[in-house]
């Protein structure tokens, strides 16, 4: 009886657990209107660990706070992570285009 209530409750937490870790943190920074304009520069890879909309919103926010990258809040992936994408983006040249698509979708607006 008392391994089944054992097991219950971590089974609750579990469940807890995964359903904070995926809830989508990137609204304040990403609308769906934008991400809808910015997600093809960005597809999703097979080795991707963490969800692209969440790496953009997170650089954007270092860019619109000037946050120092260590700095980077724990609901974004880790800063190490959201650095190297920034790095991989801006040295091909994506994040550039990208990033024009998306002032000009925010001055439009």
Do not use: C
């Amino acid at each position: 009886m008392i391994w089944q209530v054992l097991a219950e409750e971590t089974d609750k937490q579990t469940e807890a657990l995964s359903s904070k870790s995926h809830k989508r943190l990137t609204a304040a920074y990403v609308t769906d209107q934008q991400w809808a304009v910015l997600a093809p520069y960005f597809p999703v890879g097979s080795r991707s660990k963490y969800d692209k909309r969440d790496l953009v919103s997170a650089v954007l926010f270092i860019k619109q706070t000037g946050s120092a990258w260590t700095k980077l809040p724990d609901r974004f992936p880790p800063y190490k992570t959201v650095y190297a994408f920034y790095k991989r983006a801006t040295k091909l040249g994506i994040w550039q285009r990208a990033m024009s698509d998306y002032e000009t979708l925010k001055t439009n607006n």
